[in-house]
Structures are given as C-alpha cells and as structure tokens.
C-alpha cells in the first residue's frame, strides 16, 4: 500500500476561521488584529500561505488549526520567536509586526498527525482544567497536530453501559479508578485503585471532555475516542451466566480485567450500547482507538483474526467509515488482527520507530497505514533529550520507500509538555520543508526559541543537538533517569525499572550548554522560553552528577574509608538540596503546581485527599505493595520536581546514607528499610507545597554550575 498523494484527497469545504481567530486572542492578545485569516478552500493536502505590509498578516488555511500553524510558522520564520511547549519567547514581538519579505506557503507532507499517548492523560495531569486543556490544543494546533487522543469522560460512557448490563452504580464505580490511573484501566491492565470517583468527578469531566470534543471540532482536528473492544467489569459472568469470558491475568501486580469473547453475542449488543452512550455524549468521530491483548493479554481460544473482524463489525455499525487506530508496541497489533482487517479501516499509530534498528513496518503491519511515532519519555519523565538524528534520518527514508504505508506522524510521549525542542523538531517532520539536517534546524531553534540571534545561545544548541538529542537508536528511545530519583542502594542504575541503565551521551559535554546558556544575552533572558530551559538544562546536568558520585560512594562503602564516604554522601545530599533549590524557580517544576489541579476539582476535604493521594501516588509508589515491588512499578513516573526531591527522594538518601555510616561504625548489616512504606507515607500526607516559583533562575543556575565545577575556562 502506498502512501496517499494529496491529489486523492478530497475538497475541503469553506469553514469558520472564528475558532482561529478566538485562539490568536488567546494566545497574542496584543498582536490579534494585525492578523487577518482566511479559508482556503480546494483539493489537496492541509498547506497554508502568508502574505501582508507590515501590521497586516494574512494568514490562509486549509482549516482553523492549519491557520495557526501558519501563525506560527510566520512568528518564527520572520519575527524569529515562538510558542514553544512550554515557554515561549513573545516578550521579544516588536509593536507593529513586520511583512514577510515574500509570500511563503508551507504545506503537509502527511494526512495523519497524530498527539497524545494512551498514558497521557494519567502522566500529563488527570486533572487539568478547562483552561489547560485550551491552551494545550491551542498549542497541538500551533505545530501541525490534526487528530488528538481523548479518553476523558469515558468512564461515564462504561457507566451507563454497564447500568444497562444489570450493575449498580455502586458496583461500577468500584471499579472504575480514580482519574489519574484510568488510562491503564482502558487498555485493560488494570481496575478499581483509588476509586470510587465521586459524582461530582464523573460530571466534572464529561464536561470538560465535551469541550474538548466541541472545540476540536471547531478547530478542523479530529478527536481520537476510545473504542470497545470487550473489557467488562468483575462479577460479569454471574449476572450474565454462559457468557465467554477470557481471563486477562495479571499485569505488574494488578488483576487485569476479563475480556468478553467478541464472538458471544453479548458483545454485539454491549458493543451498541457502548456506542449510542458515547455518542449521546460526546457526538461522533471518525477515529477510535483500542488494542485487543495489550501488553500480555490473552486470547484463550478466540481466533484474534476472527474477534478483530467483529470488533470493527461493531465500530462500522455504529459508526460507518471509521478508522481504528492501533498502537504499534511490543507485539502489538498482532498479525492476525492486521490480516484480518481492510487495511484502509486501520492505523497504526507506531510507538517504536526510533527505538529499535531493522524495522520494517510494511512487512510487520502487511501494508495497513501507519505513523511514524516515538515515545520520548516514559511515565512522563523529567530526563531531556531524543533520538532526533534518528527521526530526521530514518523519517526520509520510510516515506521515500517504494510502496511505502507511511501516512502520518505520531507524537506520543507518555507525559506531554516537558522538552518543547522535541515536540518541535518531531511535528516539524510533517511540514515542507521536512527538516533535513541537525545542526541547521537546531541554530534556526536557538535563534526563535529566545526571540533572537544570539551567538551563545546557537552554541548551546549545537552542544544539544550533539549529545541529548543525538541519541543513536538500538534499545531506548529516551534519556537516562536521574539515579537521585532512585529508590537508594549502591547498586542501582535506574530509577524506573524500565529505564536506561547508562549514560546515552557524553555528559562533559552536555554540561558545556548549561555555561554557554549563562552567557545569552541579558535582553533575551526575559523571555518564558529561556527560564524555562536554563533550569532544565542544569537541572539535566546536576541530575546526571548522580552517575558520577554513587561509584564513588560504593568504593569508600567498601574500603570502610567513613570520612571519605562522609563527605562524598554530604556532596550527593548537597547537590540534592541544590537542584530542589534551582527546580523552585520555575513554576514548570513545581509539585505544587502538579497537586493543584486536583485540590481545585475536589468538593470536600474527603475528595481533596481522594485526588491528592491519586496525583502523589502515580509519581511515587504508583498503586498498591505488589505493583510497587513486585511488579516493578514504584517510581516509574519519576520526574524532578521542587517539593517532590526535597520531601521524598532526598528523605530517603539521607535515611539509606545513615544506615550505612552505622553499618560501618557497628560492623552489622544495614538495617533493612521499608520503601514502599515510607513513599506511601508521603504520598497521603498531604503537606502543603508552593505554587508559585521563587528564586532568580539565571542566578541558580550560576550557583548550580558552581557547585559543579562545569563552567572552568
């Protein structure tokens, strides 16, 4: 199958650009009116133009969201700044906004540009208000995203589902879990941990998916829903007795939920009514995504390519013409649900194209559609850096492949919204001119992310662009996690389980960007975007220390040197307290700013420690005992915070150290520590964090590099 041309696509009617023009109030409110949108109608793939006399830029689309793609391709092509994910460097736009020197036109190079991992509504924040949500798909828009995972409000759509299938509201809500984990809940992992959500949360969030969905729409994107593909709630077998149930075992400490064999005519009419609930409140899409047996699920003795084939039966009853969308991870999708499906009524958003060498997706996937996709974080991880050589490289060469299926891109980290290069260059990739060349893209960066040409700012750029995000594929397609994170023991490597256990670049130097960043001039460090990232960037570099100290530490440990262990323990606390220092100054690092959302959407101070426990928990211990320990999930999602590195990992290095100096002095075993209790203790204590930054970042960080000795001539 190949790729679609634009010339098969189909005209696109006139449109609305209010929705546009509603979105540049928003987000240049001093700047709106200079801008005059306008439709562009015809056949073709999504382009737009840009033209104007100085304070007059016309902007034309092909829809409301490629208009402001079109908004942002001018800000950073001709006023060089930009609205980045975060940070933006608008400070820098001059009163009257200056004409291109010529028309220019940028058009799509892919129909499919896709955003939002299954997880990211758990790792992002569950709880973000209307007004997040606004500006995030304002700013999907801004960079070319045309279709947007949305899974908010489902667990409505199985409640009321499931009410009709003989359950008490009481029995559903036991098993849907609180928000911040119902995306596992979806793809079937797992059930019932931190619920029940009141009903106030089940209102609170179909509204807010509502308008998601509404605006979406508005925009000329597509809202991606969750499809039903058979998860049925416990208990369902004794009220529907003979039902063909398969049991889905465990998944990392947790009882997966049963799938309900699409072949039983029970799955039909679920199926119907999951639909006509999903319908009723969030209207129709043309996309739905659902992946039957992920991650370890069974099949028992249902034929996969048999219940694929009734599974979309029931997704083109309801909805005629519908795509499913499938993500490609591990063995998923299988080749059996491929082979059985039309290929025309599927995509693969793919999760793996810049992890592992020698893919070949026509092959795998026997032609179906797919993305190319990347997930450049995992449990929404503080780590910067990507395989971004590998996008640019391997991107060109899957699409110029004869008969290749390449129809689209997929931005999918598991936490969106922390490393805005990535998401800048990756959406890029789906836009003339494709990005070709490293180092052309990232001084053109250095240059519009700060709002202006500085020569300190491209060489801290070009020292990125050579080490974090120069990453080879092979294994991993994320940076390493800091080990100051990491549950404490001298042996560890990782803090998540799943996480690289080395060093992926040379941190000599990446520490290099950190001093040439300190240098930018002072008229450009006004600017969001730049305080933004000269806290990530030391934040990345004294965090990277952590692997320079603890083989240090586990030597004096062993030559029962105590003195020497004192003070190399001291410095490693010391740095600790250093980077929750430098974090507080930015309100992107704040575990108060994470916790607040929650707060704010409880209505009592019974909910209010509901949710916090639910935001707290998924950072640390993630679920229950056997999750964390067993299942290996106990700081998965860990990330570097102000107030979450002081209060709980800096806590537990102090303890761990302490343990060992008495080890020493006494000559027995370290005491043994309980850290799934102690991280449980802190995720349901409560304590009250800051939500506004304090502290001059730039003066931080001179104090950060200090500290570490990087910025010698």
């Given at each position: 199958m190949s790729i679609v041309h634009a010339g098969t696509l189909p005209a696109k009617p006139a449109f609305d650009v209010a929705p546009a023009q509603a979105a540049l109030m928003r987000l240049l409110p001093r700047w709106q009116a200079q801008f005059t949108l306008v439709a562009l109608g015809g056949q073709?793939?999504?382009?737009?133009?840009?033209?104007?006399?100085?304070?007059?830029?016309?902007?034309?689309?092909?829809?409301?969201?490629?208009?402001?793609?079109?908004?942002?391709?001018?800000?950073?092509?001709?006023?060089?700044?930009?609205?980045?994910?975060?940070?933006?460097?608008?400070?820098?736009?001059?009163?009257?906004?200056?004409?291109?020197?010529?028309?220019?036109?940028?058009?799509?190079?892919?129909?499919?540009?896709?955003?939002?991992?299954?997880?990211?509504?758990?790792?992002?924040?569950?709880?973000?208000?209307?007004?997040?949500?606004?500006?995030?798909?304002?700013?999907?828009?801004?960079?070319?995203?045309?279709?947007?995972?949305?899974?908010?409000?489902?667990?409505?759509?199985?409640?009321?589902?499931?009410?009709?299938?003989?359950?008490?509201?009481?029995?559903?809500?036991?098993?849907?879990?609180?928000?911040?984990?119902?995306?596992?809940?979806?793809?079937?992992?797992?059930?019932?941990?931190?619920?029940?959500?009141?009903?106030?949360?089940?209102?609170?969030?179909?509204?807010?998916?509502?308008?998601?969905?509404?605006?979406?729409?508005?925009?000329?994107?597509?809202?991606?829903?969750?499809?039903?593909?058979?998860?049925?709630p416990s208990q369902f077998a004794p009220k529907h007795p003979g039902a063909a149930l398969v049991s889905q075992g465990r998944w990392v400490g947790f009882e997966r939920p049963d799938w309900l064999d699409p072949r039983d005519p029970l799955y039909t009419r679920v199926a119907a009514t999951f639909y006509q609930e999903q319908s009723a409140l969030f209207g129709d899409s043309t996309m739905y995504k659902m992946d039957l047996l992920h991650e370890g699920g069974r099949a028992g003795n249902v034929p996969k390519g048999e219940a694929a084939r009734l599974v979309m039966a029931a997704l083109r009853a309801a909805h005629p013409g519908a795509r499913w969308v499938m993500l490609g991870w591990?063995?998923?999708?299988?080749?059996?649900?491929?082979?059985?499906?039309?290929?025309?009524?599927?995509?693969?958003?793919?999760?793996?194209?810049?992890?592992?060498?020698?893919?070949?997706?026509?092959?795998?996937?026997?032609?179906?559609?797919?993305?190319?996709?990347?997930?450049?974080?995992?449990?929404?991880?503080?780590?910067?850096?990507?395989?971004?050589?590998?996008?640019?490289?391997?991107?060109?060469?899957?699409?110029?492949?004869?008969?290749?299926?390449?129809?689209?891109?997929?931005?999918?980290?598991?936490?969106?919204?922390?490393?805005?290069?990535a998401y800048a260059l990756f959406t890029a990739l789906a836009w003339e001119p494709v990005p070709q060349d490293a180092s052309t893209w990232f001084a053109a960066y250095a240059t519009y992310r700060y709002g202006g040409s500085d020569p300190h700012a491209t060489a801290a750029w070009r020292i990125l662009s050579e080490t974090a995000y120069a990453m080879p594929a092979g294994e991993w397609s994320e940076a390493q996690d800091s080990l100051f994170n990491a549950r404490p023991s001298l042996e560890v490597d990782t803090a998540a389980t799943w996480s690289p256990p080395t060093m992926r670049y040379d941190v000599e130097h990446f520490d290099r960007a950190t001093c040439e960043l300190l240098k930018v001039a002072p008229a450009l460090r006004a600017t969001s975007a730049y305080r933004y990232d000269v806290v990530d960037i030391a934040r990345q570099a004294l965090g990277n220390q952590a692997r320079v100290l603890l083989p240090q530490i586990k030597a004096a440990y062993a030559a029962k040197d105590t003195a020497h262990f004192h003070a190399l323990t001291s410095t490693w606390l010391d740095d600790m307290t250093m980077l929750d220092r430098l974090l507080a100054s930015d309100p992107h690092f704040l575990l108060g700013t994470w916790l607040a959302p929650a707060r704010a959407a409880a209505g009592d101070n019974a909910e209010a420690a509901q949710l916090d426990y639910d935001q707290r928990s998924i950072l640390t211990v993630w679920g229950e005992r056997s999750g964390a320990d067993e299942g290996g999930l106990h700081d998965y999602a860990n990330r570097q915070l102000a107030g979450l590195v002081s209060g709980l990992y800096e806590t537990r290095w102090k303890r761990y150290f302490e343990t060992l100096e008495q080890s020493m002095d006494s000559g027995k075993p370290p005491a043994k520590i309980d850290w799934f209790a102690m991280e449980r203790a802190w995720a349901v204590a409560r304590r009250p964090e800051p939500t506004e930054p304090h502290g001059d970042p730039w003066q931080l960080v001179s104090d950060t590099v200090q500290l570490l000795k990087i910025c010698r001539p």
């Open positions: 073709g793939a999504d382009r737009f133009r840009i033209r104007g006399t100085p304070g007059h830029i016309v902007i034309e689309g092909s829809s409301p969201a490629v208009l402001l793609r079109g908004v942002e391709t001018y800000l950073e092509q001709v006023v060089h700044v930009s609205m980045g994910w975060p940070g933006d460097s608008l400070a820098q736009l001059p009163v009257t906004l200056p004409a291109p020197v010529s028309p220019m036109e940028g058009s799509a190079v892919v129909p499919d540009r896709y955003a939002l991992n299954d997880t990211d509504d758990g790792y992002s924040n569950a709880y973000l208000d209307w007004p997040a949500w606004e500006h995030k798909i304002d700013v999907l828009a801004l960079h070319g995203i045309n279709e947007v995972f949305m899974p908010i409000g489902t667990e409505e759509v199985y409640r009321r589902t499931f009410t009709s299938f003989g359950y008490s509201n009481a029995e559903i809500s036991a098993w849907i879990p609180a928000a911040a984990h119902q995306p596992w809940w979806l793809l079937q992992n797992m059930a019932g941990f931190g619920a029940p959500m009141s009903s106030r949360q089940y209102a609170r969030r179909v509204a807010l998916a509502q308008k998601i969905v509404a605006r979406l729409h508005a925009l000329g994107m597509t809202p991606v829903l969750p499809g039903y593909f058979g998860t049925v591990q063995h998923n999708p299988p080749a059996e649900v491929i082979r059985a499906l039309d290929p025309g009524q599927v995509l693969v958003v793919d999760g793996l194209s810049d992890r592992y060498n020698g893919l070949d997706r026509e092959t795998d996937w026997h032609g179906a559609p797919y993305t190319f996709g990347s997930i450049p974080n995992f449990g929404g991880h503080s780590t910067l850096g990507a395989n971004a050589g590998v996008w640019l490289e391997r991107y060109a060469q899957w699409r110029g492949k004869l008969g290749s299926a390449l129809r689209g891109i997929a931005w999918m980290p598991e936490g969106s919204g922390t490393d805005p290069a």
